[in-house]
């Protein structure tokens, strides 16, 4: 700016920083039954991206239904811990299902991952299913199976134990309902005819 100084010219390059997490999720069908059932579980696979220019560190990805902190399985190609511009971290974990994922019909939850870029500031993001400019939860269907079944027996009751019906004798019945199925069933109505209703 004077030309009776030597200064340096400096040109300031305005530098972007982004972290992004991609989450995805595959239902294991373990006994191959074509539904979900307790104790099977689900894989989740999360990508997560440097979008800036600037390197990453102190990176962490958690996810409170898996139980926290998300260990890095892939992507640091130097192994020096910096999420670097042209690196992909992968990670996993399993989660394994409970009767009210069942009932519910499909489970739903969101990763978050955090870091702070070179020049100091801190990076957040929220997971999306297939896109890092989006925040979507990431939802796995559940198939279902329902069901409900009836056994009927039956006992004569040969009240004057003379071995043979004689008119005005009973017969005694049971019914055993039981739910065949993966799924509450409510409003249970058993109804025969010959006995009524």
Not at 14 to 38: C, H, M, R, W, Y
Not at 168 to 191: C, K, R
């Amino acid at each position: 700016d004077s030309v009776l100084e030597d200064d340096i010219t400096e040109t300031v390059m305005p530098q972007e920083s982004g972290i992004a997490v991609i989450k995805t999720s595959v239902f294991n069908d373990e006994n191959n039954d074509g539904f979900a059932d307790l104790g099977e579980t689900i894989t989740y696979n999360f990508t997560v991206t440097n979008e800036g220019e600037l390197a990453i560190t102190s990176v962490v990805l958690t996810d409170a239904m898996l139980g926290g902190v998300i260990t890095l399985a892939s992507g640091d190609l130097n192994g020096d811990n910096i999420l670097d511009v042209d690196e992909t971290w992968l990670y996993t974990a399993n989660y394994t299902i409970l009767q009210s994922d069942i009932d519910a019909g499909i489970v739903s939850n969101q990763a978050t991952v955090t870091g702070t870029s070179s020049d100091g500031s801190t990076l957040t993001d929220l997971s999306d299913d297939d896109s890092v400019l989006e925040d979507d939860i990431t939802e796995t269907v559940m198939p279902q199976e329902s069901g409900i079944g009836v056994i009927k027996t039956s006992v004569f009751n040969d009240e004057n134990n003379d071995g043979f019906a004689d008119l005005g004798e009973t017969i005694t019945y049971n019914f055993t309902v039981t739910n065949e199925g993966e799924l509450a069933i409510t409003s249970v109505v058993l109804t025969d005819a010959m006995l009524g209703g």
